[in-house]
């Protein structure tokens, strides 16, 4: 039927069956064509032929009981293969005869099968389609029904959750527990437990407010023991403090302890601000009240009893350092006057007054008056100032810091805070050292102390506490001027000194120029760890006043020589003092250098001129004249030089002995009396190392006396054995 179906046949509709038959005969006729045939891997011409498999086929033939008959009786295989062949195209013909003839009743089996079988199939196959389809849609229905409820029961479960939570929290909050009314009733305040249980009614109260403001009923129920509690817990809590704050007052009370347990009940007072500011008002400015009264009285106490200590003799404002020596002649005779200072070059001179600068010192224990009176010690005033002071620093220090972590304030309001306990005994200190101040002539005490505020400033600034700030700008704003008046009163004395009235002339330093000396490198020393361009611009005129009288005071000696003595004495001293504290680069240092060396270069002229004067203006002279191409003209002076050559070689040695030991006479300094000799004798060799110069030239080489210069080696030689050893 499919063959019949590939041919383009119908069987139901042929006419003649013959022909049919005979069509398809013909058709398979020309299929098998072996022109066309393609038989793959069985085709032997090509070369993929494998004999293996040949071999493996035939062997299987062999086994095959017609094969084996057809070989054990001889058979020919090729006739009996056309035999067979034959035989299987009878029997298709047959067979197509037979196919051919039952072709309708097939055809009818067909439709039959189709009608009978297949129609009903293919309707029960798609109701069960519609039945499944409509089965499927009503799950997919009821899943999705189920996911919402789903998800509405999670809602709900985490709605009622939140709501327990919330409910849990609230009733917590609202239940009073009786362990915190019997603490809060019964307990004494310093236990940890009274404590703890504040803690719990302070949340109880807030929380209380907070209800009591969204109208929550519930809130009523506890109002009235949370209340009543609360006044029990501010009872007891003013009580405590109080006591607290009154024992300050009892005499001998070291303070800071009753302070160190107040910080240690701290949320006492933030209970109190929170619940019943007015009892929080109430120990506030109780405890500003007591502690103003007790830093007052212990600080004007204390001060009283340091000025006990401190020396009787002080300067006055006659102690300057222009002022002579016998200014105060007078003065001293009168019966009824003070004492005078055993020195006034003291009032000048640093000496171990620095000291109290120093770390050790500076921040070392205060005085106590009283040990020091018995041990009959005295101070000078610096040391009185630093132990003051440093007592304020400490306890403002230490106050500060209490009401800024007791009283809860920062900022402007810490500040007020304080000022209301210290302001009073700050005035005191502030009137106390102005009345001082302002009959004070002692310059050094005064810088010590502005130097001391300087540090005292810096610590509190390391320690992050304001608290002071003003009161240490107060303190400079009264020192400052004070120091420039005296130093300015100095500098008018040195200026209006006259140098007629000072005494008999002496080469030797001048005690004003000592007392300058001593001043000026104390200041300088001082001023380096905090430098201040004020004390430069005083001290650069006082500098000049001093310069100037050194120049006035020289002028008074008739010779020029000890006028260079007096000015290189003087600047010698001042700069040794001045580099024994002043940094080597200081403008004071730098400036008194140049001063001494330009003066003894001028001396070193001077006394080498007697001796050896003649040669050389000589020198001098022959070095000028061969400049311009001029020497000629001194070759006329031949009786000049033979008398310059005998002349230095007979009598040098003795002159440099004379002038040596002169020299050492001059010079209180030893030091820069064998530098000045040294000098000499250098600058003296290299003048004979000119005049060898000048006679070695062309005009003088003919000079017979040339052979009578002393060897300039052999001179450096002998002269280094006057040089004076110390």
């Known amino acids: 039927m499919a063959e019949a179906a590939g041919a383009g046949v119908d069987v139901n509709t042929a006419g003649n069956q013959t022909e049919v038959a005979m069509a398809y005969l013909q058709d398979e006729k020309t299929d098998g064509d072996m022109a066309n045939l393609n038989l793959g891997e069985l085709d032997l011409t090509t070369d993929e032929f494998i ?26 295989l090729r006739q009996y293969s056309k035999q067979v062949e034959a035989e299987l195209q009878r029997i298709e013909q047959a067979s197509i005869k037979d196919y051919i003839k039952e072709s309708q009743n097939i055809a009818l089996l067909h439709n ?22 409509s089965d499927l849609s009503s799950i997919s229905s009821e899943i999705q029904t189920l996911q919402q409820q789903s998800v509405s029961m999670n809602v709900r479960l ?11 929290q609230l009733v917590d909050e609202l239940v009073v527990p009786g362990a915190m009314i019997s603490t809060i009733l019964d307990s004494p305040v310093t236990e940890q437990e009274f404590l703890e249980q504040l803690h719990e009614l302070n949340n109880k109260i807030n929380f209380a407010k907070e209800l009591s403001f969204r109208e929550t009923l519930a809130c009523s129920d506890i109002q009235d023991i949370v209340d009543r509690l609360k006044l029990k817990a501010v009872s007891k809590i003013r009580e405590f403090i109080l006591q607290k704050i009154y024992s300050f007052r009892k005499p001998m009370t070291n303070y800071q302890i009753p302070q160190n347990t107040l910080l240690k009940y701290r949320f006492f007072y933030q209970f109190l601000l929170a619940n019943e500011r007015t009892v929080a ?18 600080f004007k106490s204390y001060s009283g009893r340091l000025l006990k200590v401190q020396y009787e003799e002080v300067a006055d404002k006659d102690d300057l350092m222009g002022v002579e020596d016998t200014a105060k002649k007078d003065i001293l005779q009168s019966f009824f006057s003070k004492p005078s200072l055993k020195s006034r070059n003291t009032i000048f001179t640093l000496g171990q007054r620095g000291a109290i600068l120093t770390p050790a010192e500076l921040e070392g224990p205060i005085l106590v008056p009283h040990t020091a009176q018995r041990g009959d010690s005295r101070y000078p005033y610096e040391t009185l100032f630093r132990s003051q002071h440093y007592a304020l620093l400490d306890n403002g220090c230490r106050e500060y810091l209490f009401l800024s972590d007791f009283f809860m304030v920062t900022g402007n309001s810490a500040l007020d805070l304080f000022n209301s306990i210290m302001g009073k005994t700050l005035s005191m200190f502030l009137k106390s050292m102005s009345t001082y101040v302002s009959d004070c002539y002692d310059s050094i005490a005064i810088f010590l102390c502005i130097h001391i505020i300087f540090r005292f400033r810096a610590i509190t600034a390391k320690r992050n506490i304001p608290a002071l700030d003003k009161y240490w700008e107060a303190v400079l704003e009264l020192l400052w001027p004070r120091f420039e008046l005296i130093l300015e009163m100095n500098i008018n004395s040195i200026r209006n000194t006259d140098p007629q009235k000072l005494g008999v ?4 330093p001048h005690y004003i120029t000592r007392r300058y000396a001593e001043f000026s490198s104390a200041i300088v020393s001082i001023n380096q760890t905090f430098p201040n361009e004020r004390t430069n611009t005083l001290l650069g005129q006082l500098q000049v006043e001093v310069e100037n009288f050194v120049l006035k005071m020289a002028a008074e000696f008739p010779s020029r020589r000890d006028q260079l003595i007096f000015l290189i004495n003087n600047y010698d001293m001042m700069l040794s003092v001045l580099m024994e504290r002043a940094a080597d680069d200081s403008k004071e240092v730098e400036s008194f250098q140049q001063l001494l060396l330009a003066r003894t270069q001028e001396f070193i002229e001077e006394i080498l001129s007697p001796p050896f004067g003649g040669m050389i203006a000589f020198v001098k002279e022959a070095e000028a004249l061969m400049e311009k191409g001029q020497l000629d003209r001194l070759k006329n002076d031949e009786a000049r030089i033979t008398q310059l050559v005998r002349g230095f070689s007979s009598t040098w040695k003795q002159s440099v002995e004379s002038m040596s030991q002169d020299v050492m006479r001059s010079f209180t300094n030893f030091k820069n009396g064998t530098s000045i000799i040294q000098g000499a004798l250098t600058q003296l060799i290299q003048y004979y190392h000119g005049f060898h110069k000048v006679l070695n030239q062309p005009t003088f080489r003919s000079l017979a006396v040339r052979s009578e210069l002393i060897n300039l080696h052999h001179l450096m030689v002998e002269v280094k054995k006057h040089k004076p050893n110390f």
């Open 112 to 133: 039959q099968i189709t009608a009978v079988v297949l129609s009903p199939l293919n309707n029960r196959l798609s109701g069960t389609k519609l039945i499944c389809c």
């Open 505 to 508: 002339l002496d080469t030797r």
């Open 158 to 168: 985490k709605n009622r959750q939140a709501v327990r939570s919330h409910l849990s």
């Open 281 to 298: 008002k109430e120990i506030r400015d109780e405890y500003v009240d007591t502690m103003s009264k007790i830093y007052y009285s212990y």
């Open 51 to 76: 004999l293996d498999e040949v071999d493996i086929h035939i062997q299987a033939n062999l086994e095959d009981d017609l094969v084996k008959e057809a070989l054990r009786t001889g058979v020919d």
